[in-house]
């Protein structure tokens, strides 16, 4: 049997991401996720890495742009408003092609909102975050040893696919302890890296890292390229986790920490024999649109939960081509749903109520 050990989540996510070969952390202190920077700043002379707590969340992001053109695996996180302030490095580092984790343990907002846990960044994440024709991969992990499976995958997929990778938590899971195992993290990949920024000893000409381009045919050029290299992601990387859904007559859909609720919820419906089923998105982009589409054989209406006033509700409209209802459930401000608010919504929606 694997050892677990008895971890906070943002802890988890910096003993994760050494373990996947991330040796250069660049970040700024915010709660909920100081604790991530801290352990990154114990742990990383250890590991002859680099920490450095850079003077504002816009250098740490740029810093993060830097490392990786010369090739290396390196990483930031940060909570909401400073999320925002790395919007611009994050379309600086789309528009390079350039590799990179970004971590979010979202608090409530908008402004400085409060400190208490959110999901409110779903569409800052999904729709880039900063400006310009571009997507980042965005994961959402709802347990503390799912942050620690997700950081290696998120660098993995991140250096596949040359652009940002996003592994998007909250703070209910920043901080909850909960005994997770680093057995299954794999040895980090050596990928040969022949765009980087890193030396050529005159074998190879010049690698520049850039996002300027004056010329707008050559922009445009690139940006379509770009987005054919997305057509592959979204055909290839979707992921979720299917649960009681082969005849599920509700299809109710949460991510992160609130799909640990509707977890409940659906087990108790089910125990009341009602046909309910949950579709957890893991990739939030790519949307799980496929798993979403599967359930429309049986579903009659679904119910999305949220830390938020409701917006990851627009991409499972869509992704059922808005052919049935779509009902929310969700608390925002830092405030959490319960089991028993979304049991009480799904009475309502068997009922035949809206």
């Not at 996510?13 to 952390?25: D, M, P, Q």
């Not at 208490?116 to 992990?141: C, E, F, K, M, N």
């Not at 010049?206 to 050029?221: A, G, K």
């Not at 459930?329 to 830092?334: D, E, F, I, L, V």
């Amino acid at each position: 049997m694997a050892e677990k050990i008895l971890m906070k989540g943002n802890e988890a996510l910096g003993e994760a991401a050494i373990r996947a070969g991330c040796l250069h952390f660049f970040g700024y202190p915010i709660t909920p996720q100081t604790e991530l920077a801290a352990y990154m700043a114990k742990k990383m002379p250890k590991v002859g890495g680099t920490y450095l707590q850079a003077e504002s969340e816009i250098a740490a992001i740029n810093m993060v742009l830097g490392a990786s053109a010369a090739g290396v695996r390196a990483m930031t996180s940060s909570s909401s408003p400073g999320i925002s302030l790395k919007g611009e490095g994050i379309s600086y580092m789309a528009g390079s092609d350039l590799p990179g984790l970004i971590i979010n343990v979202q608090r409530g907002g908008p402004g400085l909102g409060g400190i208490q846990p959110s999901q409110a960044d779903y569409w800052q994440a999904t729709r880039g975050g900063g400006h310009g024709d571009y997507h980042i991969l965005v994961l959402a992990p709802s347990t503390v040893q799912e942050m620690v499976d997700l950081v290696s995958l998120a660098f993995d997929l991140a250096e596949t696919y040359r652009m940002p990778a996003m592994l998007l938590a909250d703070g209910m899971l920043g901080q909850m302890m909960e005994p997770v195992s680093f057995e299954n993290v794999p040895e980090p990949r050596r990928v040969e890296k022949p765009w980087a920024a890193n030396g050529h000893e005159n074998r190879r000409p010049h690698n520049v890292i850039n996002s300027l381009y004056l010329s707008p045919q050559t922009l445009e050029d690139l940006v379509v390229e770009r987005y054919q290299r997305y057509q592959k992601v979204q055909e290839t990387e979707q992921r979720a986790e299917m649960y009681r859904t082969e005849d599920a007559e509700l299809v109710v859909v949460a991510y992160g920490a609130s799909a640990r609720i509707a977890h409940s919820a659906v087990m108790q419906a089910r125990e009341e024999g009602l046909k309910v089923g949950l579709v957890r998105p893991i990739t939030l982009w790519p949307f799980p649109e496929k798993a979403l589409k599967e359930t429309l054989k049986t579903a009659k209406a679904y119910l999305s939960v949220e830390m938020s006033m409701g917006q990851m509700i627009d991409d499972v409209r869509l992704a059922i081509d808005c052919r049935k209802p779509v009902a929310l459930c969700s608390r925002t401000g830092g405030m959490i749903p319960t089991p028993d608010e979304v049991l009480g919504k799904i009475h309502a929606m068997m009922g035949g109520e809206a």
